[in-house]
């Protein structure tokens, strides 16, 4: 059948993307910035996260951030309320971002005056996770409201993420959340990997997302 | 870069998968068969939903289901507990369903022995929409939990659907969920889709669904 060619042209495509990553990941580095995505379903919470994030976060540390959608910019004027520059990439029909379009977003933004990046990814938790994008931290979120056995239906994805988020906290108790088997079927998928559990809205689990990022950038770059 | 190339290869595997759901969509009303596919971003509640949707229908009318994910096999054990016959379809890293894959689950069934065959994707708001599946009406649904702009953000989706279901509406209160918006949003990206609003949970809705979907079947199909 079709799959073949698809294999094929989606292999070649990959390595560009993985190369053009590389050199992301280094112009990072040589600027001392900490580079960190976000990756979810549609209707996670990235957003509302990462305004609270970047509003919280400016009182330290020189933040911006990039988001992508398919299409509107509703989530950079979201984001902007924090007072950080944002960015908006639309990937018209594509469902997820690449290094490409992240390598061209951020001509906006002067690297060396930045500490932290983050970057929103379209709300998919199939596309996105073949995508090296440069970052230093993938996190991957769900919800508390979409079901525990969604580590084990997108096992990818959790695969190549280096944090989990549990978001949504406050609706935990309305939705009979099951937190530990949420957690397990994280770890069958990905044994060790980091779960926090937050609530953009009521602020728990903030501070300690914000240390773990924090603590996540290497002493170089915080020194620098 | 890799557009043009990619561009190609997709309008191919379209075109292929076009042929192949056109014949499938022959093949369902030769057999009377009405066919009704779900979708939504992972988690808004298709399975909960086609569950209960299931249960209530079997009563009167010989039901079945087709349920796609990555990996596992849990909705189709959840959607057997219906009573109705159910197959899984594991697509791997594929974010959709496509007609070849409809077509290969069909022989687990005799499509002249059923009134109305299920078929729930993959949980993704992206790729589902460029793949017709023979079927006679898509759901597109969307929970109250998920964000009010979702149709402005995923709007092929929307444009390709029949009907739109908002979901999980137990939940309405407890996230200050603004129907009108997210209808006013709809209907911005699909003027007149038909909107309705279920909670699989309790049980509201439940019967203005059924009545939808049995009065979309053609009165020639109700009549076989």
């Given at each position: 059948?079709?799959?073949p060619?698809?294999?094929?042209?989606?292999?070649?495509?990959?390595?560009?993307?993985?190369?053009?990553?590389?050199?992301?990941?280094?112009?990072?580095?040589?600027?001392?910035?900490?580079?960190?995505?976000?990756?979810?379903?549609?209707?996670?919470g990235?957003?509302?996260?990462?305004?609270?994030?970047?509003?919280?976060?400016?009182?330290?540390?020189?933040?911006?951030?990039?988001?992508?959608?398919?299409?509107?910019?509703?989530?950079?004027?979201?984001?902007a309320?924090?007072?950080?520059?944002?960015?908006?990439?639309?990937?018209?029909?594509?469902?997820?971002?690449?290094?490409?379009?992240?390598d061209?977003?951020?001509?906006?933004?002067?690297?060396?005056?930045?500490?932290?990046?983050?970057?929103?990814?379209?709300?998919?938790?199939v596309?996105?996770?073949?995508?090296?994008?440069?970052?230093?931290?993938?996190v991957?979120?769900?919800?508390?409201?979409?079901?525990?056995?969604?580590?084990?239906?997108?096992?990818?994805?959790?695969?190549?993420?280096?944090?989990?988020?549990?978001?949504?906290?406050?609706?935990?108790?309305?939705?009979d959340?099951?937190?530990?088997?949420?957690?397990?079927?994280?770890?069958?998928?990905?044994?060790?990997?980091?779960?926090?559990?937050?609530?953009?809205?009521?602020?728990?689990?903030?501070?300690?997302?914000?240390?773990?990022?924090?603590?996540?950038?290497?002493?170089?770059?915080?020194?620098?």
């Amino acid at each position: 059948m079709t799959e073949p060619r698809i294999v094929e042209v989606r292999r070649k495509i990959l390595k560009e993307n993985d190369v053009l990553a590389h050199s992301l990941r280094d112009r990072f580095q040589r600027s001392g910035l900490y580079v960190v995505s976000f990756v979810s379903s549609p209707g996670t919470g990235k957003t509302a996260l990462l305004e609270r994030l970047l509003t919280e976060m400016r009182a330290e540390y020189r933040v911006a951030a990039l988001v992508g959608d398919l299409a509107t910019e509703n989530d950079a004027i979201r984001l902007a309320r924090s007072g950080a520059p944002v960015k908006q990439i639309s990937t018209g029909t594509i469902c997820h971002l690449d290094a490409g379009m992240v390598d061209r977003a951020l001509s906006e933004f002067k690297l060396d005056e930045l500490d932290f990046l983050f970057i929103e990814n379209v709300g998919n938790l199939v596309c996105p996770s073949s995508f090296d994008l440069g970052e230093n931290l993938r996190v991957v979120l769900v919800s508390t409201t979409e079901g525990e056995d969604k580590p084990l239906k997108y096992p990818t994805i959790f695969n190549t993420a280096d944090l989990a988020i549990i978001t949504k906290s406050d609706l935990a108790q309305a939705v009979d959340f099951q937190r530990e088997f949420l957690i397990a079927n994280v770890h069958a998928v990905r044994p060790n990997l980091p779960v926090l559990e937050v609530s953009a809205r009521s602020g728990v689990g903030m501070k300690e997302l914000r240390q773990f990022i924090v603590h996540s950038r290497p002493l170089s770059a915080r020194a620098g």
